[in-house]
């Protein structure tokens, strides 16, 4: 399991798993390569993305399907795992601060393995 370092001069560098990576980058239709950049004019539209992925995440756990639940036995709720999952929001906090401040600074962001 490897990682992936988000670099740019307004902000410190980000360090995140390269499977949340990628996950990230299915989310804004890119592929995750060895080396890239992104430009600061993409990401007001990268960055609207990632909050509708976000959101829709939360509303998904907020308002499960009756479905699901209903379906779910009490040996099921017995072995749920006891710790929370880490979420997209908090997966993305900090690739989102590091967008906001490159596209303040007009400053493109890199990406490396």
């Known amino acids: 399991m490897g990682t992936v ?5 307004s902000h410190a560098d980000v360090l995140m798993l390269k499977s949340d990576a990628e996950k ?26 990632l909050r509708q ?18 379906s779910e036995t009490n040996a099921d709720i017995d072995n749920r795992p006891t710790q929370t999952p880490v979420t997209l929001k908090l997966k993305l906090f900090p690739l989102l601060k590091m967008m906001q401040a ?11 393995f």
Do not use: C, M, V
């Open 5 to 9: 370092k988000f670099k740019t001069k």
């Open 102 to 112: 490159s596209y303040t600074a007009k400053q493109p962001i890199y990406w490396g």
């Open 24 to 49: 990230i980058f299915t989310l804004i239709h890119r592929t995750l390569t060895e080396q890239g950049t992104i430009d600061y004019q993409d990401l007001p539209s990268i960055q609207a993305q």
């Open 53 to 70: 992925a976000i959101t829709a995440e939360e509303n998904k756990h907020n308002n499960p399907n009756e479905a699901d639940t209903e």
